[in-house]
Nanobody, 115 residues
Framework: VQLQAFGGGLVQAGDSLRLSCAAS????????MTWFRQAPGKAREFVAS????????NYADSVKGRFTISRDYAKNTVYLQMNSLKPEDTAVYYC?????????WGQGTQVTVSS
């Protein structure tokens, strides 16, 4: 599975962005999909995940109510809608696909939120 994340950029506090994670090589319909982020000088942290069916989602407390994860099976893509962005959301965002104990990572996309 190859994952490519894109959609990052430089925005102002309060703005919105939608990140996309496009999978190729095989369908990820049976994979749990997760977004992580890593800010400069900090460890990578969990942001949000979505189950194989899309019925269950989980969010870090820091983004709950502002971010929404979703998936499009036809496009083999997972999204992260980010609203009301804060400077502390600044980080490189990564997507990951998990199936049967195997994890696949994509390259990150930079999100920078200015105050």
């Amino acid at each position: 599975v190859q994952l490519q994340a894109f959609g990052g950029g430089l925005v102002q506090a309060g703005d919105s962005l939608r990140l996309s994670c496009a999978a190729s090589g095989r369908t990820v319909s049976n994979y749990v999909m997760t977004w992580f982020r890593q800010a400069p000088g900090k460890a990578r942290e969990f942001v949000a995940s979505i189950s194989r069916t899309g019925a269950n989602t989980n969010y870090a407390d820091s983004v709950k109510g502002r971010f929404t994860i979703s998936r499009d099976y036809a496009k083999n893509t997972v999204y992260l809608q980010m609203n009301s962005l804060k400077p502390e959301d600044t980080a490189v965002y990564y997507c990951a696909a998990t199936y049967s104990g195997n994890n696949y990572w994509g390259q990150g996309t930079q999100v920078t939120v200015s105050s």
